[in-house]
């Protein structure tokens, strides 16, 4: 039996794929990068992402990926739609709020408070390679991400 705990922002290591339990919210509060792989699986994997106030994470499609994106603190407009011209899906998102992106669909999420967005993000399969750590939009963008 694997024991686990995440009680400190060890954010850079990549759990996965071992057997993992988290306080997400905690997790994700404290992590300070654009975006860091948590949890990294065959099937799945969690990233945790800081958007500072007014940024964004860039309009963006997986075509072979679902993703789920929750906020943990702030707040945030979620914009989608079937084009990249024409997002016709538009809901602001405050803590707790989720929402599920399907595989194909393009898709970004604004920053809309006075401080950073703090969320988690589920990709099924994974999206990022195994520890990815992006420090800032500029350094996942120079990676493709």
């Known amino acids: 039996m694997h024991s686990n705990h995440y009680s400190s922002c060890a954010c850079a290591a990549d759990h996965g794929p071992e057997p993992f339990a988290a306080d997400l919210r905690q997790a994700a509060c404290r992590s300070e990068s654009f975006r860091t792989a948590l949890w990294t699986g065959q099937h799945l ?3 945790l992402m800081c958007i500072p106030a007014g940024g ?3 309009l963006e499609m997986h075509a072979d990926t679902d993703q789920l994106i929750r906020v943990e603190s702030g707040s945030a407009m979620v914009q989608m739609g079937p084009c990249p011209e024409k997002p016709d899906f538009r ?3 405050g803590p707790d709020c989720a929402v599920f992106i399907p595989a194909g669909t393009w898709h970004n999420i604004i920053s809309t408070g006075s401080c950073p967005l703090k969320i ?3 990709y099924a ?3 990022h390679p195994r520890g990815t750590v992006h420090q800032t939009k500029a350094v996942a963008d120079d990676a493709g991400d």
């Open 56 to 58: 964004e994470i860039g």
């Open 91 to 93: 809901q602001c998102l």
């Open 120 to 122: 988690c993000s589920v």
């Open 125 to 127: 399969p994974p999206r």
């Open 45 to 47: 994997q969690l990233t």
